[in-house]
């Protein structure tokens, strides 16, 4: 079956280093790879969409990976601000419908 | 601009009980999704609708119903609420008709079933 994995449920880091979150997928090819942040008692909202044929998509601080060979896409925040603490959710959607990771959620240190 | 507006906030709910979660977009997006969302876990596909007139089951969809009426509302009915449909639960729409792309979600519904 389909899955997908983030690969740890936690990070800490301390502020100005950099973030790197980790989405590993299982039987899909999919087209499309999102991130979402998700903050407390909030709903997702989106950050990056990068595509199959992308190797890297970058947004301010905001850098993520796609490597369909490895099935893993890695999502980086550089410089990152204790307002960068929340959840990270990585979502591939195929055929219609979308799968969402358990999520990592980030703390960053002042 | 609202986006996706989600109602109620918050439902208690007694075992048995029925009720409709509403989810209305004003994006004029063809695409409409509902998912639960259970503690320290990811969202999971309830159900999901490509247009008017269309809905279709995703990953949990037993005792939820749906219908999509107008392109604006997609309304989640639970038939016989039961504890373990406790959680929290999005609606979310996409530009995309295949969902293939951003998608906004509301701000959520808070349900307790005892």
């Known amino acids: 079956s389909q899955k997908i994995e983030q690969n740890s449920e936690a990070l800490n880091i301390q502020e100005g280093k950099t973030a790197t979150l980790t989405c590993n997928y299982t039987?899909?090819?999919?087209?499309?790879l999102q991130w979402y942040r998700q903050d407390p008692g909030r709903g997702p909202v989106f950050l990056l969409l990068?595509?199959?044929?992308?190797k890297e998509k970058r947004k301010e601080r905001l850098k993520v990976t796609f490597d369909t060979t490895l099935k893993q896409s890695l999502f980086h925040i550089t410089a990152s601000q204790p307002a960068d603490s929340a959840t990270y959710l990585c979502?591939?959607?195929?055929?219609?419908?979308?799968?969402f990771g358990d999520g990592t959620t980030l703390t960053v240190k002042p | 601009n609202a986006g996706v507006t989600q109602t109620p906030k918050f439902q208690v709910l007694k075992t048995g009980q029925s009720m409709t979660l509403q989810c209305a977009q004003d994006m004029n997006h063809e695409y409409m999704s509902w998912y639960r969302q259970d503690p320290g876990m990811g969202l999971r596909l309830i159900h999901y609708s490509v247009g008017a007139g269309i809905t279709d089951q995703g990953e949990v969809p037993n005792g939820y119903n749906v219908s999509r009426s107008t392109t604006e509302d997609f309304p989640l009915r639970l038939l016989s609420a039961a504890p373990s449909q406790t959680s929290v639960y999005f609606c979310?729409?996409?530009?995309?008709?295949?969902?293939?792309?951003?998608?906004?979600f509301g701000q959520g519904t808070r349900l307790t079933v005892v």
């Open positions: 039987n899909y090819s999919p087209a499309y």
């Open positions: 990068i595509r199959e044929n992308e």
């Open positions: 979310a729409s996409s530009q995309n008709s295949r969902g293939e792309g951003e998608a906004f």
């Open positions: 979502a591939l959607t195929w055929a219609g419908k979308s799968t």
